[in-house]
C-alpha cells in the first residue's frame, strides 16, 4: 500500500530570505540579475561605499571629535575683539593747565615745569575705536590631562565597536547571500519538479489512450503539474526578492546575484585555535579593554581635581584715543593659580561614579572574553554539524533521484501507480531544498566562525 502523501507545498525555506510577503510572477519568467559578483567582489563592493558603512564611518569621526574636544582644555586660547563705541558726551581733564591753576593760586610764587606731563586726559570719549588680542595658556591642569587620556582611550574603545559593528554587517551580508543561493537552488529545484511533473502527465496521458490507465490517474497528473508550476512562480518571485534585497544591502536598486563557492576553502580549525583567535582579534574585547581604560582615567581625573591649576595671561590693546597712560596701546602680562579647596563634594561624587563605571566596565571586560570564547567553539560546532547534514543532504539528493527515475520507468512498464510516482517526485522536491538548505547552512556556519574569531570573510 502506498504511503500517505506528504504536503506538496514547498517548506518554509522563503521566510529565511529576509524580505517577507507573496510576489507575483509568471511561470516560465526567468529571474535575471542586473549585476551578478562573487562573494570577495560582494564584500568588497559593500566595504566601499555601502549606506551601513558610511554610517559607521561617521560614528568613528563623532570618536575622534570627542578626543579633540578633550584636548582643547589643555591648550592655548588666543582670542581677538573689536569694536566701536560713541558716547553722549566726552569728558577730558587738561592735567598741565589744572596743576598750573592750582600753583597760581599758591601765597608765593613757584615755578613748576609741566612740560613732562601728558596734555589732555580723556576719562570718556565722544567716540572710539578698540581693538584687543587676549592668550590664556594653561600651564598646570592636572585633570584635563587624565581626561585627554580618558578621551583618547573612549575614541579606541568607538573604533572598536565601530569594527565590531561592520564585521556583524559583512557577516549578515555573506548570510544573506547564501540565503540568496537557497533561492536559486529552490528555483533550480522547482523546475525540475515542473518538467518531471509534465513528463507523468504525458505518460498518464499514453497510459489512459492504451487503456493501461484510468482518467483518475491523468487528473491527478494534471493537478501536481499545476501544483509544481505555482511553486516554481513562487520560487522565482523569491529569489528576485532576494536579489533586490542584496542590491538594497549595496546601496542600489540593482538586483545583485552571487556567485557561490560549491566548496569551502581551508580546513576548520579547532575549538582551541578559534576560541585563541578570538581572544585575539575580536573587535568587541579592544573595545572592552579601552572601554575599561578609559574609566581608569576618569577615575585619576577625578582625584586629580584636587590640585590646583595654573594658567598665563596675556592682552594686548590698541585705540583711537589715547589711555590714562597717554599712549594708544597696552599690553598686560600674568599668572594666574587657581585652587578649588571645597566644591559641595562634585569632586567626591565624580570619583565615587568613575569608580563604579571601572567596576562595570571591568565585569563587561570579562564577560566579554567568556562569551566570545564560547561563541568561537559553538561556531566550530555548528560548522562540523553543518557538514555532516551537507553530505547526509546530498546522499540523500543522490538517492532520491534515482528513485524518480526508477519510480518512472517502474510506471512505463505498469509497476507502479502514478500515485507512487508523484510520491517519488516529491520526495526527490524535499531532498533537493534539504541539500540547497545544508548548503546554506554550511556556507553561513563558516561566516559566522569567521564572526567569531575575529577574522574578516
Known sequence: MPRPRTSRRLPALAALLLIAGPGAAQEGQEPSADRTLTLPELLETFRADAPTVRQLAARAEEAKAAVRLATAAALPVLAAQGGYTRHNADAQVDIRSTLQDVVSQFPVPVSLDTSALPGALVIQPLEVW????????????????????????????????????????????????????????????????????????????????????????????????????????????????????????????????????????????????????????????????????????????????????????????????PFPTGQQTAWRLGVQLTWVFYDGGARYGLLRRARAQRAAAEALRDQTGLDVAREAADAVDAVAVAEERLVLGRRALAAADEAEASAARAYEAGLLTGTEVLDAQQRRLEAALGQAAAEAALGIARADLDRARGARP
Open 130 to 321: 578698540t581693538a584687543a588680542a587676549s592668550l590664556t595658556v594653561p600651564l598646570v591642569a592636572p585633570s584635563a590631562w587624565a581626561d585627554i587620556a580618558a578621551a583618547q582611550a573612549g575614541a579606541e574603545a568607538a573604533a572598536a565597536q565601530v569594527q565590531a559593528a561592520q564585521a556583524t554587517a559583512e557577516a549578515a551580508l555573506v548570510r544573506a547571500a547564501w540565503l540568496g543561493g537557497v533561492a536559486e537552488q529552490q528555483v533550480a529545484a522547482t523546475r525540475h519538479g515542473v518538467d518531471a511533473a509534465r513528463a507523468h502527465a504525458e505518460a498518464a496521458a499514453r497510459h489512459l489512450d492504451a487503456g493501461l490507465g484510468t482518467r483518475l490517474e491523468v487528473l491527478a497528473a494534471e493537478v501536481e503539474l499545476d501544483r509544481r508550476r505555482s511553486e516554481q512562480a513562487q520560487a522565482e518571485a523569491d529569489l528576485r526578492r532576494a536579489r533586490r534585497a542584496l542590491g538594497a544591502l549595496l546601496g542600489t536598486r540593482d538586483t545583485v546575484a552571487v556567485r557561490l563557492p560549491r566548496e569551502m576553502p581551508g580546513p576548520t580549525p579547532s575549538a582551541d585555535e578559534a576560541q585563541a583567535s578570538a581572544l585575539r582579534d575580536r573587535p568587541e574585547l579592544v573595545a572592552t579593554r579601552a572601554s575599561w581604560k578609559a574609566t581608569v582615567r576618569q577615575a585619576t581625573s577625578a582625584w586629580l581635581r584636587h590640585l590646583p591649576t595654573i594658567q598665563a595671561q596675556g592682552s594686548l590693546a590698541a585705540q583711537t584715543v
